[in-house]
């Protein structure tokens, strides 16, 4: 059973060294568990920040643990009665090829509505970080003018879209032509701002001249202070995550402009997507179904190998080599 397991706790980049492969127990599944194989892995920003040692809303990944991952697993034998063997199951099983359970917060999944890769992705926690941060945290009314950063990653392809849904004027923000170009012309965003060629406040002037109703923001840093230059009057700012951030081994970079919240009468508010868990099967339906209409599309860069590339595929999070959700298929 190949694992990957926290070796040290990472300073800045993490490193390879911080990381263990070794080769854990295939254990049989005891009363009232169930034991699967791993299929595909999800890769998320806030993986970096399980490895620090500091209060979050997850108690970090211990030294000598296997690494935190969510993941999809196929049933190899069961003895609990809700998982039968070939069943996909849906749950935070670690990055390891073999993975023994007691079914608590797993969920079955249906493979013939959906690959398996979409569950970790548009109808997984992505789905539901940009559903709940737009329509709940950002409050989104149509017409609004909405802007959205890390624009061409899991999340941001699927809050952009369900803005559209939502019969509003889209701009994104990402990194490279290749990436704005699929969101305007795949993706149906109205507008794309290429953070890494275009200076961003200048963009942002000239795709939304009547100020930014609901910025949703994945990355942080400038392209915060960017968009925050920018609010109309009773925006909202959606802090969803700052991945420009967390390979700081300084302190994380704040807003320098945050008085324009008070100029413009905005709100800034965080959230974390696991506070909605009681709705995302409602969240799932409306996804499904927008993606079923064809309103939502669904993108996914999937790297195929073994659980030893789990930590070169992470890395590719941080250096904007993904478009759409990340995650390592076991072949
Ligand atoms: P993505 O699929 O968006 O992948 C990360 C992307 O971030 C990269 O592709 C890259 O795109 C961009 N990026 C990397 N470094 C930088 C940088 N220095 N400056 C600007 N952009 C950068 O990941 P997810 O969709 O899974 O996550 C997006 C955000 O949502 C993260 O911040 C994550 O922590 C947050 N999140 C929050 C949750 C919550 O409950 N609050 C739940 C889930 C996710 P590019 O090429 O455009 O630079």
């Given at each position: 059973n190949r694992q990957v397991r926290l070796a040290a706790r990472p300073v800045g980049e993490v490193?390879?060294?911080?990381?263990?492969?070794?080769?854990?127990?295939?254990?049989?599944?005891?009363?009232?568990?169930?034991?699967?194989?791993t299929r595909v892995i999800s890769l998320d920003p806030?993986?970096?920040?399980?490895?620090?040692?500091?209060?979050?809303?997850?108690?970090?990944?211990?030294?000598?643990?296997?690494?935190?991952?969510?993941s999809v697993i196929e049933v190899t034998a069961s003895r609990h009665p809700g998982f039968q063997p070939g069943d996909h199951v849906v749950g935070t099983f670690g990055v390891q090829e073999y993975v023994v359970s007691d079914g608590r917060g797993a969920m079955k999944i249906d493979t013939a509505l959906a690959p398996p890769s979409t569950y970790l992705g548009a109808l997984g926690m992505p789905g539901m970080t940009a559903y709940f941060g737009l329509l709940d945290v950002g409050a989104l009314k149509e017409g609004e003018t909405v802007v959205v950063s890390g624009a061409a990653g899991a999340v941001g392809t699927i809050a952009g879209q369900i803005a559209k849904v939502k019969g509003c004027e889209v701009v994104g923000i990402a990194g490279g032509p290749e990436k704005c170009a699929m969101l305007t012309e795949e993706l149906g965003f109205d507008a794309a701002i290429d953070y890494r060629a275009e200076d961003v406040r200048k963009a942002l002037r000239r795709h939304a001249p009547d100020g930014i109703d609901v910025y949703f923001d994945n990355v942080g840093g400038d392209i915060l202070d960017a968009a925050l230059t920018r609010l109309a009057m009773h925006a909202r700012v959606v802090v969803c995550g700052a991945i420009s951030q967390y390979n700081n081994a300084t302190p994380v970079k704040g807003p320098s402009n945050y008085l324009s919240l008070l100029v413009r009468r905005a709100r800034m508010e965080g959230f974390v997507v696991f506070d909605y868990a009681e709705r995302?099967?409602?969240?799932?339906?409306?996804?499904?179904?927008?993606?079923?209409?064809?309103?939502?599309?669904?993108?996914?860069?999937?790297?195929?190998?073994g659980v030893d590339d789990f930590p070169g595929t992470l890395q590719m999070l941080f250096r904007g080599e993904n478009t759409g959700k990340l995650v390592l298929e076991l072949v």
């Open positions: 490193k390879p060294g911080d990381w263990e492969h070794c080769d854990g127990p295939v254990e049989e599944p005891g009363p009232g568990r169930f034991a699967g194989r806030a993986m970096r920040g399980w490895l620090d040692d500091r209060p979050s809303y997850l108690p970090p990944v211990a030294i000598g643990e296997v690494m935190r991952a969510g995302y099967a409602q969240a799932a339906r409306d996804i499904s179904a927008w993606i079923g209409a064809g309103r939502v599309k669904v993108r996914e860069h999937v790297v195929r190998g």
